[in-house]
């Protein structure tokens, strides 16, 4: 089993950056495939990007492709997302999850309870 807990959230203006951490806590977290999700006010939650239980392969919602970029270092077990050329609409909670699969971006285990980011216009 595993325990999450994310940081980095905060206010910024729209096109800067921001990075942020999800730290894990179980000796099984090098086995886990990581993800993050966001939810805006008012809708559902959504996902944002997905790594392998390695770090060899990743994915991507179209809605962040090309700006965000997710990694982790299971040495230290983190997971980062680092957000670039932040937009008004990706104002939300982000939050941290865990799967016990191989690589997905559906199914998850373990979740975080979140860190606010909002992005003003």
């Known amino acids: 089993q595993v325990q999450l807990v994310e940081s980095g959230g905060g206010l910024v203006q729209a096109g800067d950056s921001l990075r942020l951490s999800c730290a894990a806590s179980g000796r099984t977290f090098a086995t886990n495939a990581m993800g993050w999700f966001r939810q805006a006010p008012g809708k559902e939650r959504e996902f944002a990007a997905a790594i392998s239980r390695s770090g060899g392969s990743t994915s991507y919602a179209d809605s962040v492709k090309g700006r965000f970029t997710i990694s982790r270092d299971n040495a230290k077990n983190t997971v980062s997302l680092q957000m670039n050329s932040l937009k008004p609409e990706d104002t939300a909670v982000y939050y941290c999850?865990?799967?016990?699969?191989?690589?997905?971006?559906?199914?998850?285990?373990?979740w975080g309870k979140g860190t606010q980011v909002i992005v003003s216009s």
């Open positions: 999850a865990a799967s016990n699969l191989l690589f997905t971006t559906r199914t998850y285990d373990y």
